[in-house]
Structure formats: structure tokens, C-alpha cells
């Protein structure tokens, strides 16, 4: 549990600097150029939030996030909690954007919608970080999928699987900064242009760290036979001299099911990614800033959509992610152990 308080705690540093310094964007902007008719010219945002979209993702986010936190206590997976908290945070972003569009001058208001909305999906990138993390560092000690050469090569990942979570988490908080200093700069007229390339670039370089994130899943996917159309029979060789055949052919689908569900849930990443690069590039009067529509379709329609494949499908129901045994054997057992504990969890969570 330990990362995932490193992990809140870094990040809301970070973003609370972040934010501080990209707010003076937003603020250089009122009052240089007209907002909507009947929003006031000292108004944060173009247009009046609107109530109905606010209520709705308030909701679905809400939902969402109470699946995440049935899943990750229930199984007492408590290296997740980064992925639900940031959704019930993500929630009550949008309930701030109703006194928002009542006060659209306030800058408190602004400063916690901002923050609420905009900065937790970093949580939901950390989630994907530390889950991949945890599975590639117990798959790599899996005799039933890794051979001996993907050994000497260097493993299934070429970041260390144990420091996986620790490595992109940290390049987050540093495009973060970057972004800070680039938002700070803006307040300076003569440094506005320069500042907002870099902060432009904070968010690129966001984005790529996430492209390579992705690489080095699509390398551990093919080093354990993932491409190959007769790895169920690589597996099921490599299982029989380790014992356990029906084993790792059920396993081996489980992890198909994880890998494409970590797929799906980063396609709606990069969709997200790619908005927000264009919408920044276009700046704070663009054609999408000042539509609302973009905003749910765009933004909050794909994160809502990348966490909420995990309700269903949650990580650990396909390969067990708590600790990091040394050999296929201490696996199996705890596989047996986690599957007794969760049943025992959700008894007792549903005892009377």
C-alpha cells in the first residue's frame, strides 16, 4: 500500500503546484476577448457549464467509482486504491462546475473544478503503470511462459518490472512541472509565446511517455508468446515439464484477457491525449475550448470509458498481483490463497 500513498502524495504535490501555475493562463485571458452571450467577460470559461452534462458524468463517475472500490477492497488489492479515489475525485469535479456556472469568476472555484476534473486522470495512468508493473515482475518468474533465452535478454520489459510503476509515475510529475513552468511563464507578455510552447510540450512529452509505456507492454506481450499462433502449444510444452499443463492454458488465457483489456482502456488514454494536445495547441479561445461538447465527448466520455472496463474486468481476477513470488510454484499458491481471501472478502462484506 505503500506505493500507492507515494503515488497520491507526489502526484497531489505536484498538481498543486501544476495548478497554481496553469491557472494564470485562464486568468490572462478574461477580459481580451468575448465570452458567450449572457457570460460575463471576467468569466474562467467561454461558455456556462453545462447542468445536465455536470450531473450526468457527477453519476457515472460515481457509479464507477464505487465498482473500482468494491473490486479493490473486496480483494484487498490495495496497491489500487490510486484508480478509484481518482475517480471519486474526477466525480465531484464535475459537481464543482454547478457553482462554477453560477460564479464563473471565482477562482477558488475554478482552481478545485480544474484540479478535480483536469488533474485526476493521472491517477488512472498510474493504475495501468503499477498493474502492468506487478504482472510483468510475477510473469517473468513464471517457468510455464518465459524461456530461458527471454531471461538472458534481459526480462519481458526492458524498464526493471519492480520499478515499472516508480519510473512512469515519475516521468508524469516531470511533464507536470514542465507544464507548471510553462503556465508561469505565460503570465510574463514577454514570455507568454514561450511559455506556452513549453507547457504545449509538457503535454506532448506526456503523451510519448505513455506511447512508450504501451511499447514496452506490446514487447512483454510478444516475449511470452502472444503473437505466435502456436504459443497455446509453446505453453502447454513449457507447462508440461513444469507440472501443470491445464494450469497454464487457462492462465494463458486469462492473460490474453488482461492484455486486451489494458489495450482498450489505452486506446481511450491516447484519444483523450491526442484532444488535449490539439485543444492546447489551438489555445485558451480555440475552437474546442470554448465547446463544451468537446469537453464530455472527448475528455471525459474516454477516461470514463478506459477505467470503467475495469468493474468488469479487474486485473487481478486474471493473474495475481499482490506479491512477487520467486518460482511458478509459490504462483499457483498464492492464486489458491488470494481466490480464498476474495471469497472470504466479499462473505464477509455482504454478511448479516
Given amino acids: ?41 471576467d468569466s474562467f470559461l467561454y461558455y456556462r457549464p453545462s447542468d445536465a452534462g455536470s450531473i450526468a458524468f457527477f453519476v457515472i463517475y460515481l457509479i464507477t467509482a464505487i465498482g473500482l472500490f468494491y473490486q479493490s477492497i473486496s480483494r484487498r488489492d490495495w496497491w ?39 488533474l485526476s486522470p493521472a491517477c488512472y495512468l498510474a493504475f495501468n503503470y503499477i498493474a502492468f508493473g506487478r504482472l510483468s515482475f510475477r510473469l517473468a518468474k513464471d517457468d510455464r511462459f518465459v524461456d530461458q533465452d527471454v531471461k538472458m535478454r534481459g526480462g519481458l520489459t526492458l524498464v526493471p518490472s519492480n520499478r515499472m510503476g516508480a519510473f512512469f509515475i515519475t516521468s508524469d510529475i516531470t511533464t507536470f512541472l514542465i507544464q507548471a513552468a510553462g503556465g508561469s511563464m505565460q503570465t510574463s507578455q514577454k514570455l507568454h509565446d514561450v511559455g506556452g510552447n513549453i507547457f504545449l510540450a509538457g503535454i506532448i512529452l506526456q503523451f510519448i511517455s505513455y506511447v512508450i509505456f504501451l511499447m514496452l507492454v506490446f514487447l512483454c506481450y510478444v516475449r ?127 454478511a448479516v
Fill in 224 to 350: 511470452v508468446g502472444g503473437l505466435r499462433p502456436s504459443s497455446r502449444m509453446a505453453i502447454s510444452n513449457r507447462a508440461t515439464k513444469a507440472g501443470d499443463d491445464t494450469g497454464a492454458i487457462k492462465t494463458a488465457k486469462d492473460l490474453k484477457t488482461y492484455f486486451a483489456v489494458l489495450a482498450f482502456s489505452s486506446v481511450w488514454i491516447i484519444v483523450r491525449s491526442i484532444y488535449r494536445i490539439i485543444e492546447l495547441a489551438q489555445g485558451y479561445r480555440g475552437y474546442l475550448f470554448i465547446h463544451e461538447i468537446f469537453f464530455f465527448t472527448l475528455d471525459s466520455l474516454p477516461l470514463i470509458l478506459a477505467i470503467l472496463i475495469y468493474v468488469p474486468f479487474w486485473p487481478s481476477k486474471f493473474y495475481p498481483l499482490k506479491s512477487f513470488p520467486a518460482n511458478v510454484a509459490q504462483v499457483n499458491l498464492d492464486d489458491t490463497k488470494e481466490e480464498k481471501s476474495a471469497d472470504e472478502g466479499t462473505r464477509g462484506t455482504f
Fill in 80 to 118: 489500487s486504491l490510486c484508480l478509484p479515489i481518482g475517480a471519486t475525485c474526477q466525480a465531484f469535479g464535475f459537481v464543482t462546475r454547478l457553482p462554477l456556472a453560477r460564479h464563473p469568476s471565482s477562482m477558488t472555484i475554478y482552481i478545485i473544478q480544474y484540479f478535480l476534473v483536469v
Fill in 1 to 41: 500500500m505503500s506505493l500507492t500513498v507515494q503515488t497520491l502524495s507526489t502526484y497531489l504535490l505536484a498538481s498543486l503546484f501544476t495548478v497554481a501555475c496553469l491557472t494564470s493562463s485562464p486568468a490572462l485571458a478574461r477580459g481580451q476577448f468575448s465570452n458567450a452571450p449572457g457570460v460575463p467577460d
